[in-house]
């Protein structure tokens, strides 16, 4: 049987395995996972392999290939959907990109965001309104009592698009996707997730939520090397949406090596050379997840955790939590208050760092820190941010 101590043990054990894990308390997951030691290892063996191989020839390529397959299976199998419809980027916003320029938008026609967006997504729909001249409005879900009913008020006729993130940056509320897939496709409006938080840290049935483009990456809570990402397209929607930016590997050539035809499936957004490597950095950070517990096993181990830092942030008067109740995800977020007007959030943040090495970081909408907590994160540490913080506040 296992005790808890014999739990804690394993953790240990388990955590030894990511070296930036070693030196510091970190709780800066939402912002880059750390990788395992077997993920920089499987990353270094692949660029050995290459150099092996070729780095440039005939026997390179197949091996290439390999990697690239085996990858977009593993994260296709992880959300629960054919590889076909898996495009392999670099990070969340190029699948935003991918995404958001593939329409082909028409003057007027009007795109939606709602307020808790990344300042990377707001910025492409301000490229795209300034190039085509459409319009973009968001949606005020921040201090909503209801969300689904205020996007659904949003919604317009000619709304072409709406993007939401699956689990918000700045508060750590989870949206219900599939209810939000549903008032779009009602609408005729393409739904846009980004997935940079949800990726790696919940179970994700990508069927179930009904979504057109889910926007992942792998270097945060999956802790694969960062720029590695991926786009999921509902193949219904992939006939309409042109890729922006084209290369050899977007289409197939004839014998004279001209270029025939894009590829039928999410292989049409993806253009040229990348770093091959890190696609087998990524296969080991998964794998090494699994052998700590199953996707869903991690999950309620993340929730534990933030259930157990929300509840030891209310303790402290001069902290107050923007979730009223526990966070659905690893993200807890929470603002100071009853302090001299100098007293920043930046200022919390390079106390903790300076004083105790444990990293958060700040958001700016709504102005608060926040602490992410993994299912690698020990309740020891969590205990000391909390007494770090409430040293802070009694200075
Ligand atoms: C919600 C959200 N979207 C997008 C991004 C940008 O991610 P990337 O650098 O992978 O494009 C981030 C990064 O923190 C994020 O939190």
Known sequence: ???????????????ASFPGLANKTYFNYGGQGPMPQAAIEAISTAHLEMQRLGPFGNAVSPWMNQQITATRNAIASHLHVAPETITLTENVTIGCNIAMWGIDWQPGDHLLL????????VAIAQAIRRRFQIEVTICPILTASNQYEVIAQNLRPNTRLLVI?????????????DKISEICHKNKTLLLVDAAQSFGS?????????????????????????GLGGLYMRPEVKVNLLPTFVGWRSVSTDVQGHPQAWHPDGRSYEIATSDFPLLAGLREAMATH???????????????????????????P??????????????????????????????????????????????????????????????????????????????
């Open 1 to 15: 049987m296992n005790t808890i101590s014999n739990l804690t043990n394993q953790l240990h054990q388990h955590r």
């Open 114 to 121: 709602t307020d808790c967006e990344h300042h990377a997504v």
């Open 290 to 316: 699994q052998k700590w517990g199953s996707t869903e096993e991690r999950y309620q181990q993340i929730l534990k955790n933030s259930e157990y830092l929300w509840r030891k942030l209310q303790l402290i």
């Open 318 to 395: 001069q902290v107050k939590c923007l979730l009223t109740s526990p966070p659905e995800s690893g993200l807890v977020s929470f603002q100071l208050i009853n302090m001299q007007p100098q007293t920043t959030s930046q200022k919390l943040v390079s106390y903790l760092e300076i004083q105790h090495n444990i990293l958060t970081r700040t958001i700016a909408n709504p102005d608060c820190v926040r602490a992410c907590v993994h299912y690698l994160t020990l309740e020891s540490e969590i205990d000391r941010l909390v007494a770090a913080i409430q040293e802070f506040c009694n200075q």
């Open 165 to 177: 993130s699956h689990i918000l940056w700045n508060t750590g509320q989870i949206l219900s996707v």
């Open 202 to 226: 919940m179970p994700l049935n990508l069927n179930q939520l009904g979504v057109d483009f889910y926007a992942f990456t792998g270097h945060k809570w999956m802790c694969g090397a960062a």
